[in-house]
């Protein structure tokens, strides 16, 4: 029987192991995330609920697949083997990395402490709890994620503040947007960045440049996004969208994409991914050429999804 080892449980690897199970393909499969749930971070951003959880290891179980909650640490395509934090290292046959993306690391001090999160480190179980407890937030904001966390937290009526060295991402619609912000109570503290999240196990308060400090339970970074594959021992050697210079070794999803840190609104990810998701998974069964085209955003696009939000808080705070 032919293997099929999957690293990460977004969309991609989903929708793309959804398509194996429907295709009835006699394949031993392994999946691998290292939190026990798989849920929708479009929708964590929008209004801090994951109501599409997905218990991965009942899941797996339920398809015969092998589930193994924990974080690849290493893999090394010449030895063909995935290395954990934890658990044993594995060999593979065939390999799907749907690893994502990740939030490039910026120099923060205190960012080992409870209550302060990258955007794509959020657990949302932990958030969960800590959003009872919490009334004050700040945000680091580079992309349109940070601005619809900023509503989504004042809409929960939390005391909330971005920080950004300048919102020009969002062209034309900037004033609008900044005015639209402030109308929510939101303060907006352009040319600033956070320098440390202050407390002892956890955070306090948040100091900026230029010098300020404001009391905060939380800090959030939205700092921009890269394909989630640095942990490959060896020269990756991508190739098209899927393919890498290492036989059977895949690439899916976000983790695919090297315009990922130039992006500033992600209109079509999501969509994108589980297009993939049934692609490759039908090149792999069936050897069908796996044909993908992706999607730019145009200024039409860009300008509707900042009405879209602007429409969805108004809505929402009408109810």
């Known amino acids: 029987m032919k293997e099929i080892l999957v690293i990460g449980a977004g969309p991609a ?3 793309f192991l959804n398509r194996i199970i429907e295709k009835k393909a006699q394949y031993k499969i392994t999946l691998v995330n290292k939190l026990p749930y798989s849920f929708n971070k479009n929708e964590l951003v929008s209004n801090l609920t994951c109501k599409k959880e997905l218990e991965l290891e009942s899941w797996a179980q339920s398809h015969g697949i092998e589930f193994i909650g924990d974080s690849a640490e290493r893999i090394n395509t010449k030895r063909r083997k995935v290395y954990f934090k934890q658990k044993p290292a594995r060999d593979f046959e065939t390999l799907v990395v749907a690893s994502g993306a990740k939030s490039k690391k910026i120099e923060v001090k205190g960012e080992h402490r409870e209550g302060f999160f990258y955007l ?12 009872r407890i919490s009334t004050e937030a700040v945000i680091g904001v580079s992309t349109i ?7 989504t937290l004042a809409a929960l009526e939390k005391e909330v503040r971005i920080i950004t060295e300048d919102l020009e991402f969002l062209e034309s619609a900037k004033e609008r947007c900044i005015n639209f912000l402030q109308n929510k109570n939101i303060a907006v503290h352009l040319n600033s960045s956070i320098e440390e999240a202050i407390g002892e196990g956890a955070v306090k308060a948040t100091k900026i440049n230029p010098f300020k400090v404001f009391s905060s339970h939380l800090v959030f970074i939205d700092s921009g996004f890269i394909p989630n594959r640095g942990f490959f021992e060896d020269e990756l050697g991508a190739h098209d969208t899927f393919f890498t210079a290492a036989k059977d070794v895949y690439l899916l999803g976000d983790v695919t994409r090297s315009d990922l840190e130039s992006e500033f ?11 993939q998701g049934v692609i490759l998974a039908d090149f792999i069964l069936e050897g069908k050429p796996p044909v993908f085209e992706r999607r730019s955003a145009g200024e039409e696009d860009r300008q509707k999804i900042i009405e ?3 429409k969805a ?5 009408s109810l």
Not at 145 to 151: N, P, S, V
Not at 265 to 275: G, K, L, M, V
Request: net charge negative.
């Open 13 to 15: 690897a989903i929708t």
């Open 120 to 131: 794509s480190d959020i657990d949302p179980m932990k958030l969960k709890d800590l959003l």
């Open 145 to 151: 994620l940070g601005i619809r966390l900023a509503l």
């Open 265 to 275: 609104f992600f209109p079509f990810n999501y969509q994108e991914a589980a297009s």
């Open 308 to 310: 879209d939000i602007f």
């Open 313 to 317: 808080r108004e809505a929402a705070e």
